[in-house]
């Protein structure tokens, strides 16, 4: 069946405008994460939504960022007036239920590059 | 709080040779789950397998073993008959109960033909 996917793949944006990163979980899936990748750096979690339940944003770095998730489906990441310090890989991850236990299972990613 | 240690950034290792990634974590919970990851250059993570730290067996998939030892708060990846295919970055990652997943800063191997 069809995986994780995430639109654009390749994002390269001016410094100051907003964008908008999106994510397809696996359908059936609940629960919902996105991720940060730096370059030569590990995972950083940026936000979780389970279900109905209110999300855990505690792993967005700056009100800038934002996430919603339509019809507990596809998920859209906003980072808004955009900065260098942004340019990263975005992963989004989903899982069946949202137990810790559970696989994650990955998108491609989205790099975005801020000029 | 959690954290994840991957103290080798690179490794290589000869094509049908055995490698063991390292890795260790800080702790207070006595139930919990390890993970590693491994991410190709297509930038797809993919989990390799998972322990639950209340099972003392040590989790095993086909080449994949690990090396659990919760007392010192280690869990090594184990790779047998390293093949082409494995060259990756390698994420050790920890979650808690009904928590999220915190991740290391990984591993890069390399297969040498």
């Given at each position: 069946?069809?995986?994780?996917?995430?639109?654009?793949?390749?994002?390269?944006?001016?410094?100051g405008k907003d964008v908008e990163l999106r994510c397809d979980p696996i359908s059936g899936h609940t629960a919902l994460y996105w991720y940060r990748q730096s370059l030569g750096q590990g995972l950083e979690f940026l936000i979780y939504?389970?279900?109905n339940s209110a999300p855990d944003k505690s792993g967005l770095p700056s009100?800038?960022?934002?996430?919603?998730r339509t019809g507990g489906s596809v998920s859209t990441l906003t980072i808004q007036r955009t900065q260098?310090?942004?340019?990263?890989?975005?992963?989004?991850a989903s899982s069946l239920g949202g137990a810790s236990a559970e696989t994650q299972y990955f998108g491609p990613g989205t790099r975005l590059t801020v000029l | 709080a959690q954290t994840v240690t991957q103290s080798q950034p690179e490794m290589s290792v000869q094509e049908a040779e055995t490698v063991t990634l390292s890795c260790t974590y800080d702790t207070s919970e006595s139930d919990y789950y390890l993970f590693w990851y491994k991410q190709p250059p297509s930038r797809q993570m993919i989990l390799v397998i998972r322990q639950e730290a209340y099972?003392?067996?040590?989790?095993?998939?086909?080449?994949?073993s690990v090396n659990?030892?919760?007392a010192a708060k280690s869990f090594s990846l184990k790779i047998s008959d390293s093949q082409l295919g494995d060259a990756a970055m390698y994420f050790c990652a920890y979650s808690g109960l009904r928590d999220k997943i915190i991740f290391g800063k990984g591993t890069r191997l390399h297969i040498l033909p």
């Amino acid at each position: 069946g069809a995986g994780v996917s995430q639109s654009p793949s390749n994002k390269v944006t001016e410094k100051g405008k907003d964008v908008e990163l999106r994510c397809d979980p696996i359908s059936g899936h609940t629960a919902l994460y996105w991720y940060r990748q730096s370059l030569g750096q590990g995972l950083e979690f940026l936000i979780y939504f389970q279900g109905n339940s209110a999300p855990d944003k505690s792993g967005l770095p700056s009100d800038r960022f934002s996430a919603e998730r339509t019809g507990g489906s596809v998920s859209t990441l906003t980072i808004q007036r955009t900065q260098q310090e942004d340019s990263a890989v975005y992963l989004c991850a989903s899982s069946l239920g949202g137990a810790s236990a559970e696989t994650q299972y990955f998108g491609p990613g989205t790099r975005l590059t801020v000029l | 709080a959690q954290t994840v240690t991957q103290s080798q950034p690179e490794m290589s290792v000869q094509e049908a040779e055995t490698v063991t990634l390292s890795c260790t974590y800080d702790t207070s919970e006595s139930d919990y789950y390890l993970f590693w990851y491994k991410q190709p250059p297509s930038r797809q993570m993919i989990l390799v397998i998972r322990q639950e730290a209340y099972k003392q067996q040590n989790a095993t998939e086909n080449r994949f073993s690990v090396n659990f030892q919760k007392a010192a708060k280690s869990f090594s990846l184990k790779i047998s008959d390293s093949q082409l295919g494995d060259a990756a970055m390698y994420f050790c990652a920890y979650s808690g109960l009904r928590d999220k997943i915190i991740f290391g800063k990984g591993t890069r191997l390399h297969i040498l033909p």
